[in-house]
């Protein structure tokens, strides 16, 4: 699910919110969390049908309602996985149930495969730099270090029929100074 435009048409971002405004969204986001968590025990046991999990920030960013809970749902899967879920929400309006092609666990051995075959190895001057999982988008993304369309090839290939979406770039995690902190905490 991706940000829609709201009233004024321009979609809102969290990192437009004020500090209330933050506040609140992050109150909704912790309310959901026993939900959350069991949702993901129901999944534990429908890993075929659960394509993924994830916070629906859309209507509370446009102003129109509340943070709302994302579940993804193989296709076909979708009006069985609302009725077991529902009960596990504390209001069916929290609950948005979306019908995907890929189970979640299809998505994450397709992640582990690419991550074993090429990350940290060099192929030619092209390197994988980082792969991960878009539950939300469901396809698969490989970051590459610069652009390859033969080893781009290669990797859809691979990965067929899931779809992968390439990046170009480094993955840097965080440093351990963030906003020039130092690591002793002045």
Known sequence: MTESAGPTDTPRHVRGLSWDEGERLSAEQHA???ARERILAWAEDHQG?????WLDNTAFLDGIGPVRIGVGAVHGAGAVARQALL???RDPDLLAVVEMAFCERALWELQDDIVARYLGKA???TRVTGVGVDVEANVLTVMLNQADADLEARVRAECEPV???IELGEFRPLPLELDGMQKDGT
């Open 123 to 125: 192929i030619g001057p």
């Open 163 to 165: 779809p992968v979406r």
């Open 49 to 53: 049908v659960f394509a993924g999990l």
């Open 87 to 89: 009960p596990l929400v």
């Open 32 to 34: 959901l969390h026993p």
